[in-house]
Nanobody
Framework: QVQLVESGGGLVQAGGSLRLSCAAS????????MGWFRQAPGKEREFVAA???????YYAESVKGRFTISRDNAKNTVYLQMNSLKPEDTAVYSC?????????????????????WGQGTQVTVSS
């Protein structure tokens, strides 16, 4: 059974940092792109960041320069380093495994491009 399990969420003050992890089990995703999405209360799920099988990265404009996505294929784990956090970053953050090794630009943002999802981890940024 394939599982994606996120960890590392929590409560942090504005300007602080958190590092999220997404551990995969049940199969290897080293040949698939991986992504992070978030959903705030009352809002639709939105794309945050993605990394291809070859480690090229793509970010939402709202997090570019503050967040960094990375992967450790030996551990079957994807990370999201979040710096300079803002109250508007408050959301449930979920990782997802893509159907493909890579996409072209904004295609990373399409939820239909991902076929495995984690349950999410809560990130709360206080002002």
């Amino acid at each position: 059974q394939v599982q994606l399990v996120e960890s590392g969420g929590g409560l942090v003050q504005a300007g602080g940092s958190l590092r999220l992890s997404c551990a995969a089990s049940g199969r290897t995703f080293s040949n698939k792109a991986m992504g992070w999405f978030r959903q705030a209360p009352g809002k639709e799920r939105e794309f945050v960041a993605a990394i291809s099988w070859s480690r090229s990265t793509y970010y939402a404009e709202s997090v570019k320069g503050r967040f960094t996505i990375s992967r450790d294929n030996a551990k079957n784990t994807v990370y999201l380093q979040m710096n300079s956090l803002k109250p508007e970053d408050t959301a449930v953050y979920s990782c997802a495994a893509a159907r493909s090794a890579y996409y072209s630009g904004s295609d990373y943002e399409r939820t239909m491009g991902y076929n495995y999802w984690g349950q999410g981890t809560q990130v709360t940024v206080s002002s």
